[in-house]
């Protein structure tokens, strides 16, 4: 495997376009990191730190910010708008008849005008979080209190710093390697890593050694299941009466159909994460108005946040009803029956038609659960290891576990495929 490695790297490295590629995404990451550390005017750091040491929920969105809300940076809300945007549009295709048929009848001209709209929606998304992510972090004391004009500068600022990672992005999709909206959050979550341990390792103590030990072998275990569970899947039988291959007829060719373990990816906690958020964020701007019931009701938000039972029970209830929506939304066992039928497939010992939809509905909703809850546990897992080891200053976030670890296997798929076209 290591020989195999290093030929395939020399091979990398060696063709023009790879290396052009790999240094392409290096450096637009290099980019990236540099803008994180940018912050808006006003920043009070002592309470920036405060506040993020005291609230795990922020912690968690500053994963999906690509670690530039920790600093308050330029970019701030990362990619999170387009994010969002891009989950609208999705469930879009349920609502609106027009994106339904734009994102999977009309090829690759419907994909194009799809990711569009995203774009256009991102636009009044990232606004819309400005504002509230402003509100709120004056609410705090984080940032001073700003006038109109200082106001609007800031939110237009941070605004101009999403759309600008959106484009990096988009940019290291075509000129690089692999998904660079992925590959951004991924370098945020690594960015993170070396700070963390350097506090661990400078507050350690003789005395905290059994819990350290604890928590490195609770991490392992951690980063294996994330590993194993990735790439689980269901394989459906598919059999074909009829198979082309060249000038030769196969009769009865076969193959499978791969139902994922996580057919959802990491879109569920996102969703939950987003719910959420949206009441806090509206009650700190609506508390602006200056009504007790809102600051009373802003209060009652906070403290259910600040409490890891009931945020974690909340948040573990919602990733799992997110995970059964979203792969309702995005997987049709409708469509995929059809598509098997119209190119003479069948799943052995069950009708084509109707059956075949409802044999693959059961089995989807049977693999969602498990992975629904799996998702659950990879979300609240930094409460439970923490409660469990003591560990406070290394957080061990299955959510961006999870992420950084779709998003390395991706990539080095990506790396592979290019070099493998390429030697023969």
């Known amino acids: 495997m290591f020989n195999s490695f290093v030929r395939k790297s020399k091979l990398a490295f060696g063709d023009p376009e790879i290396r052009f590629r790999i240094f392409f995404l290096i450096g637009a990451l290099a980019l990236f990191r540099f803008l994180a550390a940018v912050p808006i005017p006003g920043v009070d750091k002592n309470a920036l730190a405060a506040f993020f040491s005291n609230n795990q929920f922020f912690g968690l969105l500053n994963i999906f910010s690509g670690g530039g809300l920790s600093n308050l940076s330029i970019v701030m809300l990362g990619v999170g708008p387009y994010i969002t945007a891009s989950i609208i549009m999705q469930l879009g295709t349920i609502i609106f008849p027009q994106v339904k048929q734009a994102y999977f009848e009309e090829g690759e001209a419907g994909r194009a005008k799809f990711i569009e709209w995203s774009r256009l929606l991102t636009i009044p998304m990232a606004v819309l979080q400005g504002v509230g992510f402003l509100f709120l972090l004056q ?37 690089g390697i692999g998904n660079g909206v992925s590959l951004i959050i991924m370098a945020g979550i690594l960015a993170s890593v070396p700070t963390s341990i350097s506090q661990t390792l400078f507050a350690a103590s003789a005395a905290n050694i059994p819990s350290y030990l604890a928590f490195t072998l609770l991490g392992l275990a951690m980063i ?20 082309v291959r060249g000038a030769a007829m196969a009769q009865n060719a076969a193959t499978y159909l791969p139902i994922r373990l996580l057919q959802a990816g990491v879109i569920p ?6 719910l959420l958020l949206v009441p806090q ?32 029970a909340a948040y573990f209830l919602l990733v799992i009803l997110f ?17 098997l039928q119209k190119s003479g497939a069948f799943v052995p010992g069950v009708r ?3 059956e075949t939809e409802e044999f693959i509905g059961k089995v989807v909703n049977r693999v969602t659960l498990p992975g629904a809850c799996f998702l659950g546990l990879i979300a609240v897992s930094p409460s439970i290891i923490q409660g469990l080891t003591g560990v406070t200053t290394l957080v061990l976030g299955g959510t961006a576990l999870l992420i950084a670890v779709q998003v390395a296997l991706d990539l080095a798929r990506k790396i592979d495929a290019q070099v493998s076209l390429r030697e023969y």
């Open 139 to 175: 609410s705090q004391g984080v940032i001073a209190h700003l006038g109109s004009v200082a106001l609007i500068a800031n939110i237009a600022l941070i605004t101009a710093g999403s759309l600008l990672l959106m484009w990096l992005g988009e940019l290291v999709t075509e000129f």
């Open 224 to 243: 294996y299941a994330v590993v194993v569970v990735s790439d689980a899947e269901r394989s459906i039988p598919i059999a074909y009466a009829r198979a």
């Open 269 to 274: 906690i996102i969703f939950a994460l987003s």
């Open 281 to 312: 964020m509206a009650l700190s701007v609506l508390g602006a108005v200056n009504i007790s019931f809102v600051s009373g009701a802003a209060l009652w938000y906070t403290a259910f946040l600040s409490n890891p039972w009931q945020y974690g």
């Open 323 to 339: 995970t059964y929506f979203y792969t309702a939304v995005t997987f049709e066992p409708h469509r995929v029956a059809e598509n």
């Open 352 to 354: 084509p038609g109707r």
